[in-house]
């Protein structure tokens, strides 16, 4: 019998599990649709990255430690197709699409140079521009460039009007002669899925003046300029100029408490930044719960100003600068908040085809569209064998995931450690039997010969 465990998902989450069991002994197979591992956070958990800590403090897994590790095999722009079978005995289809670049890449960059197709790098979240071949971040997993098929002239096989990239690799790294997709069946013991949430309400922030601004930014996009790996190596600047802006102003339009770790962190970042004027501009602290004030005051300090109130529009003056327009609680008055800078903070929602892997996998949703635990359990799903962990049951901060991830990781390798442990022990009783037997035989046919 197998003991590979399928972990769905390489975010945050997902490396941790795959870290902690393969480090117990079992074997490993992460599997994520992105070209790279690391989800939301690849960029921090690269390993040109400062530091190990998450915004909340917590030691991150690194790329370079999955890539590295013997036990955890990794395969991107990969997806479960289907799972039969029962816990302990499952056998997963998954489905992969071709990068067309293999690991003779040295990122030389050559092909990148004379690709005519620009496209906003979503991994940056539109901050830097990629062209259709690419490396998504500075330093990430897997190390070679991608091509996405849908940005690029070519059309594979049949339709080939380009041939720069092809034409300027000396490395022969580039084959458009692969498959468009590939399928693989593993044998596993049991899934993870820790597929993460999406971010949402775009289209409400739209409406306060996202989009009309290039120094309107979401929280998300103020996470690239925090990275050292991100488009400004760690610095805030603002898009329209690139110097830096002395007053920020973060309206948290989403007011949960996973929202409220991030902005308090962020937050933090800008004092440490030494940006002189920042406002947060709220409405509600109660998601968050009675210890708000001791987290706020022990995350960010004083300093920061604090106004209970509504966005209603951020504008842009004749000298490029910003208002906030809002509406104080307490005097119902309208305010007008001059900055240089404005963050609105997303909102999280289930991934888009959350639906479509959780009939793959032959699981129930919960009325929230995340994954059901029935009966209050952390990680069990409604089909023996599959677990979920992290966002993919509902939104949570860095710091909890990873300690669900880490949980459900010893829980699995102890497991692992104890079956280990009955199969030596049965394995030396059945040589003690067979001894015995054979010490047995050989008696007897020693008094045959006697008699």
């Not at 991107?76 to 056998?91: D, N, R, V």
């Not at 997993?141 to 594979?156: A, E, K, R």
Request: hydrophobic letters at 40%; a negative charge; charged letters at 20%.
């Amino acid at each position: 019998m197998t003991d590979k465990v399928l972990v769905i998902g390489a975010g945050a989450a997902g490396m941790q599990a795959a870290l902690g069991m393969a480090d117990a002994g079992i074997e490993v197979l992460l599997i994520d649709k992105s070209p790279i591992i690391g989800g939301a956070l690849a960029a921090q958990l690269n390993e040109d990255a400062v530091g190990e800590a998450s915004r909340e403090g917590d030691v991150l897994p690194r790329s370079s430690q999955i890539k590295n590790h013997e036990k955890i095999e990794i395969l991107t722009l990969a997806e479960l197709t289907g799972l039969k079978g029962t816990e302990g005995h499952f056998s997963a289809t998954i489905s992969q699409k071709a990068r067309f670049v293999n690991d003779n890449c040295i990122r030389c960059n050559n092909c990148r140079d004379v690709c005519p197709v620009v496209r906003p790098n979503e991994f940056d979240h539109g901050l830097s521009y990629r062209k259709a071949i690419y490396a998504p971040l500075h330093a990430s997993v897997p190390h070679p460039f991608v091509i996405n098929i849908d940005d690029c002239l070519n059309n594979p096989p049949n339709y080939m009007p380009c041939q720069r990239c092809t034409q300027a690799c000396e490395d022969n790294a580039i084959y458009f002669n692969a498959p468009m997709e590939k399928q693989f069946i593993h044998e596993v013991t049991s899934v993870i899925v820790a597929v993460g949430a999406q971010s949402t309400g775009i289209e409400r922030l739209k409406e306060l003046g996202f989009g009309s601004h290039p120094d309107i930014l979401t929280d998300l996009e103020l996470d690239c300029f925090m990275s050292n790996t991100g488009p400004t190596g760690g610095f805030l600047e603002k898009p329209s100029t690139g110097n830096e802006p002395e007053g920020l102003v973060m309206a948290m339009t989403n007011q949960s408490r996973m929202a409220w770790h991030r902005a308090a962190h962020q937050v933090s970042w800008l004092v440490e930044e030494e940006i002189s004027d920042i406002t947060v501009l709220y409405t509600d602290t109660s998601a968050y719960g009675d210890d708000f004030e001791s987290f706020w005051k022990e995350t960010v300090g004083d300093g920061v100003k604090m106004i209970e109130g509504t966005v209603k529009e951020v504008t842009a003056k004749s000298d490029n600068s910003l208002e906030v327009v809002c509406s104080e609680a307490k005097s119902d008055k309208t305010l007008i908040l001059p900055c240089e800078m404005v963050t609105l903070v997303t909102e999280q929602s289930p991934p888009h085809d959350l639906k479509r892997l959780a009939k793959r996998l032959d699981i129930d949703l919960a009325a929230t569209g995340y994954i059901n635990l029935p009966n209050g359990h952390s990680s069990k799903t409604t089909r023996a064998g599959v677990y979920a962990i992290g966002s993919a049951i509902g939104p949570m901060t860095t710091k909890h995931a990873l300690e669900a991830a880490t949980s459900l990781a010893n829980d699995t390798g102890k497991a692992h450690v104890e079956e280990a442990t009955e199969q030596q022990i049965q394995a030396k009783i059945d040589a003690g039997v067979q001894l015995r037997l054979a010490n047995l035989i050989n008696n007897i046919a020693d008094m045959g010969k006697n008699g």
